[in-house]
């Protein structure tokens, strides 16, 4: 089976060497890596990177020009595979400088293609769900080439299930275990966050330091999928119960966050509580600019208000970045990583940055500095 695995822009890279390292074949491409391999290997990506956005199982490929084309590209499937009238379903489509240009009217064509097929063999057509359904078909149409795939997750990858509470510019869980992992955080170090928000960065790194798989909170549309074979089904439970035995029943590095919002600790508390790492993090409520280390070696990792959502005033922001940096260059012995969506703050920090990545929050162009701290 050919499978996409979907990672944000700037974070294919670290996405790859997850696959690698879970030991399946890969070649990155722009906006995620290709794997091959079966169900079980499909499954074990969504249980276990944790960059991946979403895990799509390719169904066909070919051309599709125009309505009819796309009608009869759809019906060369067999859906009978993929779907009963006793599952719902539903089909996101996208295109790209196509002869067809709407999205929705091609979702719809699509649609038509699968229920027509369904009824003429069966008697009987499946229901669309559009919220919650059992198989998510994505269609992407470019230059009148259709792909059509199947999503494993459904939800997409970054809800992981642990998210109780929600702060503003709050990023995704997705984003933070990117940024720990290109940073080089391996979760045997200890982490700070000093503008902690919800604390997803620090969650992530939890997770990292427990050796909690990032899908063992969740479950998978793939799980809800028909014709599954009992060996599949089987081999996932074993991979679950794997993951399980895997965790660490404590972390053995801190785990601390730091932020002078008692809302955003609340919410970092409750999110912890629900990860299952409560007792692994320390929370605090100060001001990051008269932080002090109390080590003499661990990793700060955290993403300062960039200026846009949270509309300080840039005199503000320069200001508070140039103090926040005096106090983490106090820091010795640490490696700091900060991702900025505002070159003026990274500038201000004043920081010895000696490496850059660049990566995307949504639309929000940031860059991902480190800096070792002598
Ligand atoms: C961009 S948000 C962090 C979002 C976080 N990464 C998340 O995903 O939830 C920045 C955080 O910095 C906090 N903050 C702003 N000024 C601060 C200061 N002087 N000291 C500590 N925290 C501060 C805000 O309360 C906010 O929660």
Known sequence: MKFFATAASGTEGALKDELRAL???VKADRGGVHFEGDLVDGFRVCLHARVAMRVLVEVVRGPAVGEKGLYDLMRSVDWREHLTARHTFAITATCKSSQMTHSQFIAQRAKDAIVDQLRDYTGQRPSVDTRDPDVDVVLRLVRDQATVYLDLAGEPLHRRGYRRSTVDAMMKETLAAAVLQIAGYTGEDDLLDPLCGAGTILLEGALMARNIAPGLGRRFNVERWPNLEADTVSAWAALREEAQA????????????VDVSEEALRATRANAEAAGVSADVSLERTDARHLRPDRDRGWVVTDPPYGDRLAAKPLQLAGFARQFGEALRG????????LSGNPMVSRSLNLPFTFEHTLYNGDTECRLLRAQIA
């Open 23 to 25: 030991k399946v074949k």
């Open 246 to 257: 895997a965790v660490r029943p404590r972390a053995l590095v801190r785990l601390r966050g």
């Open 331 to 338: 820091f010795r012995g640490h490696t700091v990583a900060i």
